[in-house]
């Protein structure tokens, strides 16, 4: 899928919500917990009732990976159920990883190849080399984490070097590598601010907003300050969404959550004259 592509399914739903699907054990309503495996069939409810709202899930890899192999085939059926029922949705795997070449190509091989994933979250820590492998695919994207919304991001994300901070030289550089079409950044909601500054940057790339909802980020500032004449953005929501029920009918609450910010992105893209 290509900038246009997405584009073009963000004005067909009217929605530019990405789900994330972190999905926690310890959270999951008792109706589902006695099922044979209470995560998938956790995740294909809220996932039946939320499609149409959506252009984008983003299973948490953490979440999967913290529960062995058995953890690691519920996010591969996970992505083979939306991949086989709703095939027009962008999937992404948020795994964060980064590393030499030789095992970034292998990184990308597994998310990929292996589980036809539409894009992968990568820290650019170490560099071109380490982000480059990811970059070979067709169609495929690269997520660059650039300005996180978590407290710890003042740590370094920030420091300053012959006035340019840490994020806006990631932005800057990286685009060396990529293109519109395969290159996309994580800018954090609470940070919303900041992307007047970032879009001064990066006018045209897509940027994947995390931080709407249980994390306090408002909708209205990131579109207000984040979105383009192709709309540029996935605006993610996990916790807020996924979780917002504990009872037998957790997933229609879900859906109802997600039809909230549907009907509310809708407006933002109107005011934009996209739709």
Known sequence: MNHLQLFNSIVKKKSFLCIGLDTDTAKIPSSVLNLENPVLE???????????YVVAYKPNVAFYESSGVQGWLTLEETVKYIRTNYPDIFVIADAKRGDIGNTSRMYAKAFFEN????????????????????????????????????????????HTDDGIRLFER????????????????????????????????????????????????????????????????????????????NSENFDKVAGEKAREIKVEMEQYLTKNNLI
């Not at 956790?42 to 149409?52: A, G, S």
């Not at 207000?224 to 605006?235: A, D, I």
């Not at 993610?236 to 917002?244: E, H, L």
């Open 42 to 52: 956790f995740n294909k409810r809220i996932i039946d009732v939320t499609h149409q």
């Open 115 to 158: 589980m036809d994933c539409d894009a992968v979250t990568v820290a650019p820590y170490m560099g071109e080399d380490s982000v480059t492998p990811f970059l070979s695919y067709k169609d495929k994207w690269v997520i660059l984490l650039a300005l996180t919304s978590n407290k710890g991001a003042d740590d370094f994300q920030y």
């Open 170 to 245: 990631i932005l800057t550089i990286s685009q060396k590598w990529g293109n519109t079409d395969n290159l996309m950044y994580v800018v954090g909601a609470t940070r919303a601010e900041m992307l007047k500054d970032i879009r001064k940057i990066v006018p045209e790339h897509f940027l994947l907003v995390p931080g709407v909802g249980a994390q306090g980020g408002s909708l209205e500032e990131v579109a207000e300050y984040g979105m383009t004449n192709k709309c540029g953005l996935l605006v993610n929501s996990s916790r807020g969404i996924i979780f917002a029920d």
